[in-house]
């Protein structure tokens, strides 16, 4: 079992920068991959990036690229994800996912646990 726990969410002005984070628990941490998903209300939960078990693959969706950044740190079993340049439609609850054999990255499907969320705002 892995349990997930995300952080860091806030209510940022359009521009600005948050950084999440997501602890995992759990001693296989370093085998998993991991992803970050968000939700607006109303919307399907929708794929934002991810990255293998050693760091060297990592994916992102076309609407982040350029702007969020994520990353590892085994050896502090978390996994974080970094957003700059924040526009109001990145205003979503965020998901970290964990996967022990991810098939396609932006699929939630392919993820075996998920955190509770944290709520992301970015005011115009």
């Known amino acids: 079992q892995v349990q997930l726990v995300e952080s860091g969410g806030g209510l940022v002005q359009a521009g600005g920068s948050l950084r999440l984070s997501c602890l995992a628990s759990?001693?296989?941490?370093?085998?998993?991959?991991m992803g970050w998903f968000r939700q607006a209300p109303g919307k399907e939960r929708e794929f934002v990036a991810a990255m293998n078990w050693s760091g060297f693959s990592v994916y992102y969706a076309d609407s982040v690229k350029g702007r969020f950044s994520i990353s590892r740190d085994n050896a502090k079993i978390t996994v974080y994800l970094q957003m700059n340049s924040l526009k109001p439609e990145d205003t979503a609850v965020y998901y970290c996912?964990?996967?022990?054999?991810?098939?396609?990255?932006?699929?939630?499907?392919?993820?075996?646990?998920w955190g509770q969320g944290t709520q992301v705002t970015v005011s115009s």
């Open positions: 996912a964990a996967g022990i054999r991810v098939g396609v990255w932006s699929h939630p499907g392919s993820y075996d646990y």
């Open positions: 759990g001693r296989t941490f370093s085998t998993y991959g």
